[in-house]
């Protein structure tokens, strides 16, 4: 039966049956994994390829003075680091939001799942290469976008992100992430992060209540964001 890793990955490469067959067969050691847990962390040698199937996850780092700066979100159907096997240790750590299903792949495994399908080496460098221009749009929103405009950037992506793989209904998004995992995301303090929200919703744009994400302005949202969805390859619509 095919997951949502198998989902993405065939949607950015032509695959056969076979193709499928591995992937599936590839992520078919799943283990269930409990909310705020680190799959691995900085300083940890690289282990295996780690595939998110269910829940929500991110990378971050901490500073020497405790505080965390998050460096992407990871939602179902995301695998993380394919080549970091190639590191002496990990520069960053990777924990789960909430409860999760997260597959493991071996680096020996993955390496013969590339050589012998060209397909999925395809759709996993493709996949990849989107993860760098997201990190590169999120670099851009540190450095060059005011606070309403990163904050309405993030919330366009996550959007974007989240309805292409289904967890949208009527246009509301299954939303688990809170102001402070956001604010750290944006480099905001939550207090600042929380009149950066209330602007937005009393523009008419969005709404984040617990556990969800309403667009309800999405060309006004657009605007403020000054977003471009090519990074992504994929397509905002309106709500």
Not at 73 to 78: E, R, S, T, V
Not at 84 to 94: P, R, T
Request: aromatic share 6%; proline share 3%.
């Amino acid at each position: 039966m095919a997951n949502r890793f198998t989902d993405k990955l065939s949607a950015l490469a032509s695959f056969s049956a076979e193709d499928f067959a591995a992937l599936t067969e590839a992520t078919a050691y799943a283990r269930p994994v409990s909310a705020k847990t680190d799959l691995i962390r900085e300083g940890d040698r690289p282990g295996p390829v780690f595939v998110i199937l269910e829940g929500w996850a991110y990378r971050y780092k901490i500073l020497r003075d405790g505080t965390r700066q998050i460096l992407a979100f990871l939602m179902p159907g995301d695998s993380c680091d394919l080549h970091a096997g190639l590191l002496a240790e990990m520069d960053h750590s990777i924990q789960t939001i909430v409860p999760s299903v997260v597959a493991t792949i071996e680096r020996a495994e993955m390496d013969a799942l590339l050589d012998e399908h060209p397909a999925i080496a395809r759709a996993m460098y493709v996949a990849q290469l989107v993860d760098e221009g997201t990190m590169r749009a999120w670099i851009t929103s540190m450095g060059r976008r005011t606070s309403i405009q990163r904050a309405a950037h993030l919330m366009c992506e996550l959007y974007v992100r989240a309805t292409s793989i289904g967890l949208s209904l009527d246009g509301v998004v299954r939303f688990p992430l809170s102001q402070l995992l956001l604010a750290d995301a944006l480099g905001m303090t939550p207090v600042h992060l929380n009149r950066v929200l209330k602007e937005l919703r009393e523009r008419g744009v969005m709404t984040l209540s617990r556990g969800s994400l309403s667009i309800t302005d999405a060309n006004q949202l657009l605007s403020i964001a000054g977003f471009d969805e090519n990074y992504l390859h994929r397509r905002l619509r309106s709500a």
